[in-house]
Nanobody
Framework: QLQLVESGGGLVQPGGSLRLSCAAS????????IGWFRQAPGKEREGVSC????????YYADSVQGRFTGSRDNAKNTVYLQMNSLKPEDTAVYYC???????????????????WGQGTQVTVSS
């Protein structure tokens, strides 16, 4: 069974950093572009970042550009989202998702993705 599991969330003060991990079981993550999404209470799920199968193509939402960095370690079957200079408005549940495609690009829209993790809570507060 294909599964994605996020980890690395937690409580951090404004200006702090967290690194989220998205690990796969049941399939090889390097065959899939991966998207990162977040959902704050009362808001729709939004695309934060994505990374192509090769890692050569990435996307960042304007709200996180310059602060978040996506990467992948295919040997560990894991994708990462490094989040720096965190702000209270970054507080949300963060999800990773994988898309079935042979194309070497990634997508920022939730409806493009086929497999989802359960999410990890990120809270930025003093």
């Amino acid at each position: 069974q294909l599964q994605l599991v996020e980890s690395g969330g937690g409580l951090v003060q404004p200006g702090g950093s967290l690194r989220l991990s998205c690990a796969a079981s049941g399939f090889t993550l390097e065959d899939y572009p991966i998207g990162w999404f977040r959902q704050a209470p009362g808001k729709e799920r939004e695309g934060v970042s994505c990374i192509s199968r090769s890692g050569g193509s990435k996307y960042y939402a304007d709200s996180v550009q310059g602060r978040f960095t996506g990467s992948r370690d295919n040997a560990k079957n894991t994708v990462y989202l490094q989040m720096n200079s965190l702000k209270p408005e970054d507080t949300a549940v963060y999800y990773c998702a994988a898309k079935r495609t042979y194309r070497n690009r990634c997508w920022a829209e939730t409806y493009e993705y086929d497999y989802w993790g359960q999410g990890t809570q990120v809270t930025v507060s003093s």
